[in-house]
């Protein structure tokens, strides 16, 4: 169980709490600046006012407008996630439901066997 909050501002909140549960300086940077963008984006309204949808808006903006990274938009849900879980203290039925990015694989690129042999055909010499 987490003490009461001795801040009245919720950024403030936000950094009291990273800093009782002796998170990273770079942790907090980054959390504030992410709870930050949030309230903004959605017009400056309290985020206990907001919920599921908003939060995949915020997260769907970031990824397909913005164009942000994989490891960027799992930092800004994180940092939503810390948000909602640690300093609202709000354990709502959609923060286990919201869709994590995936890393897209590449495969690599090899020749068929075809390809191979159509490579090795046109080699003379030595290197045949």
Do not use: C
Not at 74 to 102: C, E, H
Request: overall charge positive; glycine content about 6%; charged content about 20%.
């Amino acid at each position: 169980m987490l003490p009461p909050l001795q801040s009245v501002k919720l950024l403030d909140q936000v950094r009291e709490r990273i800093r009782y549960l002796h998170y990273s300086r770079r942790t907090e940077e980054a959390y504030v600046h992410w709870s930050r963008a949030f309230i903004r984006f959605h017009g400056i309204r309290h985020p206990a006012d907001l919920g599921g949808p908003e939060v995949e808006a915020f997260l769907s903006w970031l990824s397909n407008d913005r164009g942000v990274s994989v490891s960027t938009h799992r930092q800004a849900l994180s940092a939503l996630l810390f948000l909602y879980g640690k300093v609202l203290q709000l354990d709502l039925p959609w923060m286990t439901n919201i869709g994590r990015p995936q890393v897209k694989r590449r495969l690599p690129v090899v020749l068929s066997q075809a390809e191979v042999m159509a490579v090795l055909a046109h080699l003379e010499g030595t290197h045949r």
